[in-house]
């Protein structure tokens, strides 16, 4: 017997063929994303003034480390933007906020690291004989500091889930949506 996984459907497709499910995850994965990306950019960028982009000193993680205040200030200027869009309570916007500054607290010892790692790697790359084995150790260290920031990001955007409605998840999703060019779920 095929196991569909119709749930409350019914309609006999399997939850994973479904345009429902990926929309979903894509919005929840969205959500993560603008939650850890958004604070990111506006950290390493709104502060010179200048486009996405920049690497090296103007980095992230250089940013984080100078100025975590105003990171968790242009944090707080991107859910106060996208929050608006759903008419969130000042309440809701509060708690928004802190959990975007918890974030940035969370993300500025792990950029710290990371920058420690870059710095590594572009030092064993420098030598006369590349340590294959140095740099497979970077690799590894760099995939588990990644899996450790997303799973703050994943954690953080829980907790922003839970300080909105469904309805008002609903309408970020279908926000997300038409912003990239798709149609809205409902």
Same mark, same amino acid.
């Given at each position: 017997?095929?196991?569909?996984?119709?749930?409350?459907?019914?309609?006999?497709?399997?939850?994973?063929?479904?345009?429902?499910?990926?929309?979903?995850?894509?919005?929840?994965?969205?959500?993560?994303?603008?939650?850890?990306?958004?604070?990111?950019?506006?950290?390493?960028?709104?502060? !010179?003034?200048?486009?996405?982009?920049?690497? !090296?000193?103007? !980095?992230?993680?250089?940013?984080?480390?100078?100025?975590?205040?105003?990171?968790?200030?242009?944090?707080?200027?991107?859910?106060?933007?996208?929050?608006?869009?759903?008419?969130?309570?000042?309440? %809701?916007? %509060?708690?928004?906020?802190?959990?975007?500054?918890?974030?940035?607290?969370?993300? !500025?010892?792990?950029?710290?690291?990371?920058?420690?790692?870059?710095?590594?790697?572009?030092?064993?790359?420098?030598?006369?004989?590349?340590?294959?084995?140095?740099?497979?150790?970077?690799?590894? %260290?760099? *995939?588990?500091?990644?899996?450790?920031?997303?799973?703050?990001?994943?954690?953080?955007?829980?907790?922003?889930?839970?300080?909105?409605?469904?309805?008002?998840? %609903?309408? *970020?999703?279908?926000?997300?949506?038409?912003?990239?060019?798709?149609?809205?779920?409902?």
């Amino acid at each position: 017997m095929a196991d569909t996984n119709q749930g409350a459907q019914g309609s006999g497709t399997p939850l994973w063929k479904r345009r429902s499910f990926w929309l979903g995850g894509g919005v929840l994965a969205g959500l993560a994303a603008l939650v850890t990306l958004a604070p990111r950019a506006w950290a390493l960028h709104g502060m !010179g003034g200048a486009g996405f982009g920049r690497h !090296g000193r103007h !980095g992230f993680g250089a940013q984080i480390l100078k100025d975590p205040v105003a990171a968790k200030q242009h944090a707080g200027m991107a859910v106060e933007w996208v929050l608006r869009g759903v008419d969130a309570t000042d309440e %809701q916007k %509060q708690q928004a906020k802190r959990i975007a500054e918890r974030l940035v607290d969370e993300l !500025g010892p792990l950029a710290g690291t990371h920058r420690e790692h870059h710095e590594a790697m572009a030092r064993e790359l420098a030598k006369p004989e590349i340590d294959r084995e140095a740099l497979e150790r970077l690799r590894r %260290q760099e *995939l588990t500091l990644a899996d450790q920031a997303s799973k703050l990001a994943v954690d953080s955007f829980a907790d922003l889930a839970d300080v909105l409605t469904q309805q008002q998840r %609903q309408e *970020l999703i279908d926000f997300a949506h038409r912003f990239h060019g798709g149609e809205a779920t409902h």
